[in-house]
């Protein structure tokens, strides 16, 4: 399957939300999701039908085989005339979608508990552990992330993010993939300071620490799972201002992609449109001493989905 993505983007200021579809062989150009099923005539989607990324995640055992349709033919109407894409200097990109929710894996590898100090029973007597993440703190490539005023430990995190494409309730570990609707880049940003509190006898409070407006960078787009062979060895990477901080493969992870939705399905009904942030390899702030600071950019990738950047700035007094 040739590579291609959906993305969200914003025509002009305060222009209302649209997908797009992204093909890597016309160098990941933006064509209008609704021009594109205007243009192919009979793809078997309406343009009523593809408001949002939301929308088609609802129904992606539907909506995938025609979206992969639609990539096929993207090609040649282009070379047509039929469709154009969009001009890069009119448009921003949104976030791809809303999660409905996110769940989140904590130290899913081995580098980084050892680098948080973190001991881990031994695997055969663990399994996952996840918190969840608002999904209220859910940002865009290219926007700012807000620094608390009460936080002096800010950090990233680089971590792949599962997208869910069916409702489903206890997964096996082999049927897990069947679920998956696609995969994008999600930064975890965490104030470490406030992961943590005396107040209680509970002592880590990650929700506070992780959930503030705009914590979640996510993006640029969602590959569909058929266009990514071995999400597991993808490699991740997080630069902050030009500087190389995470840099490793998927592989890493404790609990991999499969035994995480098993685990979580195994509890809870999952629906199409929940995010499952799967872990970060080493490298983080807090494992190196060093933290974010309003001014400084971040550039979280991972290979076959793409990049985002993002900016960090003080929140307003």
Request: proline content about 5%; some cysteine.
């Amino acid at each position: 399957m040739a590579w291609y993505a959906i993305a969200t983007y914003v025509q002009n200021e305060g222009g209302q939300a649209r997908p797009a579809l992204v093909l890597e062989v016309l160098d990941e150009v933006l064509f209008d999701l609704a021009e594109v099923i205007k243009a192919s005539r009979n793809s078997g989607l309406a343009a009523s039908e593809v408001s949002s990324v939301s929308a088609l995640i609802g129904a992606w055992d539907v909506q995938n085989a025609q979206l992969k349709n639609l990539a096929e033919l993207l090609p040649s109407l282009a070379a047509a005339g039929a469709v154009k894409p969009l001009d890069k200097s009119a448009y921003k990109l949104a976030a791809p979608f809303v999660p409905g929710r996110i769940f989140a894996t904590a130290s899913n590898y081995y580098d980084h508990a050892a680098e948080m100090g973190t001991e881990l029973a031994p695997r055969a007597e663990s399994s996952p552990y996840c918190f969840m993440k608002a999904e209220t703190s859910v940002t865009a490539t290219e926007t700012n992330v807000v620094m608390p005023g009460n936080t002096e430990k800010l950090d990233w995190e680089v971590e792949l993010g599962v997208i869910i494409g069916r409702r489903c309730k206890n997964v096996s570990v082999a049927e897990a993939y069947d679920v998956i609707a696609g995969y994008t880049v999600f930064n975890d940003i965490s104030a470490r300071d406030l992961n943590r509190r005396t107040d209680y006898p509970f002592k880590h409070d990650w929700f506070r620490g992780k959930s503030f407006d705009t914590f979640g960078p996510m993006g640029p787009w969602i590959v569909p799972r058929d266009c990514i062979a071995d999400p597991q060895k993808l490699r991740m990477q997080l630069q902050v201002n030009g500087e190389m901080m995470q840099d490793d493969t998927a592989e890493g992870m404790i609990f991999n992609i499969a035994e995480q939705i098993a685990y979580l399905s195994g509890i809870l009904t999952l629906q199409p449109g929940d995010l499952i942030a799967t872990g970060t390899p080493d490298g983080v702030g807090m494992g190196r001493g060093v933290y974010l600071k309003p001014g400084d950019e971040m550039i979280a990738s991972i290979e076959r989905i793409g990049s985002i950047r993002n900016k960090v700035v003080a929140a307003a007094l």
